[in-house]
C-alpha cells in the first residue's frame, strides 16, 4: 500500500503513465495495480522481490512516499477440527505450526452452565492469501476450511451490515422483532429478518 507523504503532492495527481512508468523503474511488472479513493494504491506484486523493493521505497516519482504491507490481503484465516490437539496451549499449536505459516491460533470455546469450555475447533492465521487445502499435525494430515466471520448486525434495528452507532432506523426487541420495549418481552420468538420462530440471533437463521 503505497500512500504520498506530502499533502501538497498527493499520488493522485500523477497521470497514470507516470505512475506506471515509476512502479516498472523500482519493481518491474507487477501483479496488479489498483488507485484507492484516497488516492492511494494498492499493489499486488508477483515476486517477493517486488515487494522488498517497494518496501524500501521513500521516493515516488517526485514526491515523497509511505509503503507498507497490507493488514489484511497478506493473510488468510482457516478453520481446522483435530482432537489430538486439545491437551495443547493456542502457542503451543503456534509455534508447532509456524513452518507451515501459521502465524495466530485461538481456539473456540463455549459456555455451558455457567462454565466456559474449550473445544476441538481452532481458528488459524495464516501469513499467506492463499489458504491451505491441509495442514501436517505431526504425523496427520488435518483438513483446513475456509474461516467465515459472522456477519456484521446491527444491535438496534437488528439488520445486517452495518452497527448500532450509523442506525437510523427505529430500535427493535431482538426477540418479537417488534418496536422494542422497555419491559421484558414474553411475546413469542419472532425474527425481525427472514420472520421465522427465533431469535433474530439464532445461528440457523436463513
Wanted: aromatic share 4%; net charge positive.
Amino acid at each position: 500500500l503505497m500512500s504520498s507523504a506530502s499533502e501538497e503532492k498527493p499520488l493522485s495527481k500523477l497521470s497514470p503513465f507516470a505512475v506506471q512508468k515509476g512502479f516498472q523503474a523500482i519493481a518491474g511488472t507487477l501483479k496488479s495495480t489498483k488507485k484507492l479513493r484516497d488516492g492511494s494504491f494498492l499493489v499486488e506484486c508477483s515476486r517477493r522481490t517486488q515487494a522488498e523493493n517497494l518496501l524500501k521505497t521513500v521516493h515516488f516519482v517526485d514526491r515523497p512516499v509511505h509503503v507498507s504491507v497490507h493488514k489484511t490481503l497478506n493473510s488468510s484465516r482457516g478453520v481446522i477440527r483435530c482432537r489430538d490437539l486439545s491437551d495443547m496451549s493456542e502457542t503451543e499449536i503456534r509455534d508447532e505450526l509456524q513452518t507451515q505459516g501459521v502465524v495466530e491460533v485461538h481456539r473456540v470455546t463455549v459456555k455451558k452452565e455457567g462454565k466456559v469450555i474449550p473445544t476441538n475447533t481452532l481458528f488459524l492465521t495464516f501469513n499467506r492469501p492463499d489458504l491451505p487445502k491441509e495442514i501436517v499435525v505431526g504425523y496427520l494430515k488435518v483438513k483446513v476450511e475456509l474461516f467465515v466471520p459472522n456477519p456484521l448486525r446491527c444491535f438496534n434495528c437488528n439488520k445486517f451490515g452495518h452497527t448500532s452507532q450509523r442506525c437510523r432506523t427505529t430500535a427493535k426487541c431482538q426477540r418479537c422483532g417488534k418496536d422494542k420495549h422497555e419491559e421484558q418481552c414474553e411475546g413469542p420468538l419472532i425474527c425481525s429478518n427472514c420472520k421465522g420462530p427465533h431469535a433474530v440471533s439464532a445461528k440457523d437463521c436463513l
